[in-house]
């Protein structure tokens, strides 16, 4: 099987620096791939995608080294079970809250005994190996998302659960979750105490932490802090913003050519 180069990367204490795919266009997920992440993450719950729109991601992402990971829309085994027969080699999944929550998402991606997980590996095969069977317990990866109260308050169960390897930070969800407001990059505050607060149980517990983060210069900050994955924001913010950037130029310099200029003197 294919190894997956994120756990060889956090074995030797590396970083990962996760991309986040939301359109749904393989071009735009070829371009994301050919960039240099690590990994990318195709969202299906606040991406525009579906099933029928991720896999074609994921072949665009297949003609890179990078990564495939996949943001599954809610703890429902089906949809995990799809998205890694469909080539994922890792699960993020949201509002995971209790120990029971992720011993049902660690199951769903195990293959029995650890599991429950449902053979069919469609396009897994073609992509990780002939083997992917013997050897996907142990190369796929499993991200519970802590972003509640309640996720907070039983973080400790969940951290305890056999076969989890990483929790994932939503920061603007748990900011909502402490009465703050829903944002990246958290400097202080209520939700900056708590991201300290899961990293410091994630990693003595000797799991990974990552976060979702808006600016490359605040991931940079995370990874000192003890991140060992980190997002920065996705392909449409990249888009919206560089594009914004250079309208804003545009604008700018077209004001100035077009300022009025002082009359010129008759000279008669």
């Known amino acids: 099987m294919r190894p997956n180069a994120l756990k060889r990367l956090w074995a030797s204490g590396g970083a990962a620096v996760n991309g986040w795919l939301s359109i749904p266009s393989s071009f735009a ?5 050919h960039q240099g992440w690590d990994s990318l993450t195709v969202d299906l719950q606040h991406g525009v995608l ?15 080294p990078v990564t495939p990971l ?21 699960i993020i999944c949201p509002m ?13 991606c195990r293959y029995p005994p650890r599991g429950r997980r449902s ?15 013997l050897k996907a317990n ?3 990866v499993i991200f519970a998302m802590i972003e509640t109260r309640a996720g907070i308050d039983n973080l400790e169960e969940i951290l305890a659960v056999p076969g989890l390897d990483a929790v994932y930070i939503g920061p603007a969800d748990l900011a909502i979750a402490l009465g703050a407001m829903p944002q990246f990059d958290h400097e202080k505050g ?24 808006g600016t490359a210069r ?14 920065i924001a996705s392909d449409a913010r990249h888009l919206a913003a560089k594009a914004g950037e250079v309208v804003a130029e545009m604008r700018n310099g077209l004001k100035r050519d077009q300022a009025p200029t002082a009359p010129v003197k008759a000279t008669y």
């Open 96 to 108: 995971i809250e209790s120990a029971a929550d992720a011993d049902r998402l660690v199951r769903a």
């Open 119 to 133: 053979f069919g590996p469609i396009r897994a095969t073609l992509y990780g190996g002939a083997d992917y069977f």
């Open 70 to 90: 996949a943001r599954v829309p809610w703890l429902e085994e089906g949809i995990v079970m799809k998205m890694l027969d469909a080539g994922c080699y890792g």
């Open 218 to 231: 605040y991931a940079l900050s995370m990874i000192e802090l003890g991140f060992q994955f980190v997002t």
């Open 50 to 64: 579906d099933y029928g729109t991720a896999v074609p991601l994921l072949q665009a992402v297949s003609t890179t």
């Open 29 to 33: 997920a070829e371009t994301m791939a």
């Open 190 to 213: 209520v939700a900056r105490e708590a991201i300290e607060f899961i990293l410091r149980k994630t990693t003595e517990r000797g799991l990974v932490a990552g976060i979702h983060n």
């Open 138 to 140: 142990e190369e796929i």
